[in-house]
């Protein structure tokens, strides 16, 4: 199986970040985490990303605020999907939202809500399922477990 590349602009992006390796952990999907700033390490920022491919991973996760050009920069640098995560750090995180949604043609970063890297992980595990069955059925029962969960509240809660 691909890994998921996970990249933090910042170590304090930790505890956001860490609820997406949780959620891939659960699904039993590896994965690999690193805090490389595409403003004060550009270099080994653009190098993580030119060789995400052949070190084994099949989606990046990038998680940073403020400017929030980590996503974007690992983007240029690979032809892998690459899921942003926008960290509320200023302005409700309104800056990184908009710093990691608005990339220029034929350079697209996937975003999910700030500070969603709970849907940054079962994003980058819908993608690799593509070409994997056995998470593909993995994830499929994640979701009717989650609905069997919500109907049984619903049940107790109709008493």
Do not use: C
């Amino acid at each position: 199986m691909k890994k998921v590349g996970i990249v933090m602009g910042s170590a304090s992006d930790l505890p956001v970040v860490k609820k997406a390796q949780e959620v891939l952990d659960t699904l039993g999907v590896p994965s690999e985490m690193h805090i490389y700033s595409a403003h004060r390490t550009p270099a080994e920022a653009r190098a993580f990303a030119e060789n995400a491919r052949a070190d084994g991973f099949g989606v990046l996760i990038a998680a940073a605020g403020m400017a929030a050009h980590l996503a974007g920069a690992l983007a240029a640098g690979t032809t892998l999907p690459v899921i942003g995560i926008p960290i509320n750090s200023s302005l409700n995180g309104l800056d990184a939202l908009l710093a990691t949604v608005q990339m220029p043609s034929g350079i697209p970063v996937a975003t999910v809500a700030v500070d969603g890297a709970k849907n940054a992980a079962w994003l980058a595990a819908e993608i690799l399922a593509v070409e994997d069955a056995a998470l593909a059925d993995k994830l499929a029962d994640a979701r009717k477990k989650t609905a069997e969960d919500i109907l049984a509240k619903d049940r107790e809660l109709n008493k």
